[in-house]
C-alpha cells in the first residue's frame, strides 16, 4: 500500500488559531484581576518592610520569573527605589552545585532554605502545575514561614492546591504562558500604585514655607490670602525599559 503523504499545514490559520487563543486565556486572567491587585499591594507592602520576593519556574516560566524579579529590582514604569527580588534560576553555580549533590528537585528548594526568611513572599510560574522541583520549593517555603503564590494553567492541579494562593489561567500552555506576563505586569502596576500611596501617605501634605514680615504686610494691605501654593509633582519619571 502507498503511504499517504500528510496535509500541509496551514501556517496562516495556526497563527490566527493561535492568536484567537489569547482572549478567553485572557478573560481567564481578568476574572481573577481583584487577587492580581490583593497580590501587588501585599508584596509591596512586605518588600517595603524589608521583606524579600523569591521566584522561580522552569523553562518558558523560568524566564518570566526572572523578568518579574527585574521589574522590581530595577523599574517598571516610573521611577522609585529598588527592592528585594531574587529569580532562583539565575545563579549558575549554585544551580549546578545543587543539581549535581542533591538533584533537580531539590534544586528551588535548597534555594528557598538559604534565601527565605519568615514573611517573605515565592511567586512560582508553571503552565502545569505538576513540575517537582516546584512542589519541593513549596515544601520548604512553608517549613520557613514564607508566603507562596502560584501562577498556573488550568486548576485543579497540584501546585495550586499547594500554595497559599493561586492565579490559574484556563488555556492552551503557550497562551497560559502569555497571561502570565499580563500578570506579571498587572501586578507590577499594584505594586508601584501602594508604593507611591504609602511614600505620599509618609511624606504628608507639603509645607508651605514661612512668609516673609514684608510680603505679610502686603497681603494685609490688599486684602489677599498669603499662604497659597500647589503640591509639587514628583520629580523622578522614566520610561519602561523593555525586558
Not at 64 to 83: I, K, M, N, P, Y
Not at 118 to 141: E, F, I, K, Q
Request: with cysteine; proline share 5%; glycine share 10%.
Amino acid at each position: 500500500m502507498t503511504a499517504v503523504a500528510p496535509a500541509p499545514t496551514d501556517s496562516y490559520a495556526s497563527v490566527l488559531e493561535h492568536l484567537a487563543n489569547i482572549g478567553p486565556a485572557v478573560e481567564s486572567l481578568r476574572s481573577q484581576s481583584r487577587r492580581l491587585s490583593a497580590w501587588g499591594v501585599e508584596l509591596a507592602d512586605r518588600l517595603m518592610a524589608g521583606q524579600r520576593l523569591l521566584t522561580a519556574g522552569n523553562g518558558g516560566s523560568a524566564a518570566e520569573a526572572q523578568h518579574l524579579s527585574a521589574e522590581l529590582v530595577g523599574r517598571f514604569d516610573g521611577e522609585r527605589r529598588a527592592f528585594s527580588a531574587i529569580p532562583l534560576h539565575c545563579d549558575t553555580s549554585a544551580v549546578t552545585a545543587i543539581g549535581n549533590d542533591y538533584g533537580f528537585e531539590r534544586l528551588y528548594a535548597r534555594q528557598v532554605e538559604g534565601h527565605g526568611r519568615p514573611g517573605d513572599v515565592l511567586v512560582l510560574m508553571s503552565t502545569s502545575g505538576r513540575s517537582r522541583n516546584l512542589l519541593a520549593a513549596v515544601a520548604a517555603a512553608r517549613a520557613g514561614g514564607i508566603t507562596t503564590w502560584a501562577l498556573t494553567g488550568p486548576a485543579p492541579n497540584p501546585l495550586a492546591q499547594a500554595c497559599d494562593e493561586v492565579v490559574a489561567i484556563s488555556g492552551k500552555a503557550a497562551n497560559v504562558q502569555e497571561a502570565h506576563l499580563i500578570a506579571l505586569h498587572a501586578m507590577c502596576r499594584a505594586f508601584d500604585a501602594e508604593v507611591a500611596r504609602s511614600d505620599a501617605a509618609a511624606a504628608g501634605p507639603a509645607e508651605v514655607p514661612a512668609r516673609p514680615a514684608s510680603a505679610a504686610g502686603t497681603h494685609a494691605a490688599t486684602g489677599l490670602s498669603a499662604g497659597t501654593g500647589t503640591a509639587g509633582q514628583s520629580a523622578g519619571t522614566g520610561t519602561r525599559a523593555v525586558l
